[in-house]
């Protein structure tokens, strides 16, 4: 059963596969959050967070990408502007979700089954291993808050000796309920995105994925910061 799958069986469909820092200049396992004060950033009277244009880009290599971060929380968006910049190609992303849909677009019940995620996430891992096979990369976009979901992800990469970048999306608690509002969602309640930020708070902290094999963490910067998902894509480079 799918590791996020267990915390709310059936009623999302953003889920994670089954189980089979502070500088910007992030190496090896060194998480990377984005500085509030100094020559990176400024604020503006109304206290809102700007990212500097000389801050430094952050260097991400090229292997796998993984998404961490509960529904609502900014990853698709910033993805999608990681593809309008152009800085990764659109057959670089493997989301679940969009697997999910090509299968079992028109049989939505039948989604939502043990049966269904295996099915989902072989195909997951194999677009995935395809991609880390060409030496190219491959972001991973899931949920992935759970230890199990990401344990099979950094197993995968292993395979390939490819490097794997944990992104993390963590907005406080109100922000991303106020997103999930916006957003109009009817496959989660308000109630089952609390479960999962709350998985996040607890399992996916910047040290827990340097102890699971991430060569590098960086935060994603949002809402927060007042900073959109184009800016937020803006500060980061891709191999």
Do not use: W
Request: a negative charge; glycine letters at 8%.
């Amino acid at each position: 059963m799918d590791g996020d799958e267990q915390l709310l069986r059936g009623r999302g469909h953003d889920h994670d596969a089954p189980s089979p820092g502070e500088a910007h200049d992030a190496g090896p396992g060194t998480a990377c959050r984005f500085h509030r004060t100094g020559e990176t950033a400024s604020r503006d009277r109304a206290g809102g967070l700007h990212l500097g244009s000389h801050t430094p880009a952050i260097r991400v290599p090229a292997g796998l990408v993984v998404l961490v971060g509960p529904p609502a929380s900014g990853k698709t968006s910033f993805v999608r502007a990681l593809i309008a910049r152009r800085q990764i190609d659109v057959e670089a992303v493997v989301s679940s979700d969009e697997i999910r849909a090509e299968f079992f677009g028109t049989s939505p019940a039948e989604a939502e089954s043990d049966a269904a995620d295996a099915r989902i996430f072989e195909e997951r891992d194999r677009r995935i291993a395809v991609r880390l096979a060409a030496g190219h990369s491959a972001v991973a976009e899931s949920t992935n808050v759970t230890p199990q979901a990401r344990a099979r992800l950094v197993a995968l990469a292993r395979r390939f000796d490819a490097p794997v970048t944990m992104l993390r999306f963590a907005p406080d608690v109100a922000d991303l309920l106020r997103q999930y509002t916006e957003r109009g969602r009817t496959d989660l309640t308000a109630a089952d995105v609390r479960a999962y930020a709350a998985v996040m708070t607890r399992e996916a902290g910047a040290e827990q994925l340097r102890s699971e094999g991430a060569t590098a963490v960086h935060d994603v910067p949002g809402r927060r910061e007042t900073i959109t998902p184009s800016e937020a894509a803006a500060h980061f480079s891709f191999a």
